[in-house]
């Protein structure tokens, strides 16, 4: 199964503290690149990515989509304070 050496690499980091093969920054990229495309495939347009702001360009629908509500109790620091 592919993904076995994935799981086991995070829990050997998870005991040893080492760092993992791939960097948080990179994964991170990864992955918001799979959801802008899943964002404006939804909207079924084109978007314009701001990566510094972590926002869309003049989009305020497509930023929407960035995130969903939590459910109470649960907050992340910056929403507990909105």
């Known amino acids: 199964w592919p993904s076995f050496r994935h799981i086991h690499e995070f829990l050997h980091c ?3 503290r080492e760092q993992p093969t791939t960097s948080v920054e990179s994964a991170h990229r990864s992955t ?4 802008l495309v899943n964002i404006a495939m939804r909207l079924g347009r084109p ?8 926002r869309f360009v ?3 629908d497509a ?6 509500a939590y459910r109470a109790p ?6 507990a304070s909105a």
Do not use: I, K
């Open 63 to 68: 930023d929407a989509l960035l995130s969903r």
């Open 74 to 79: 649960y907050l992340l620091e910056s929403s």
């Open 47 to 54: 978007l314009q990515w701001n990566a510094s702001m972590e």
């Open 32 to 35: 918001t690149a799979c959801h």
């Open 58 to 60: 003049d989009a305020a």
């Open 14 to 16: 998870l005991r040893t």
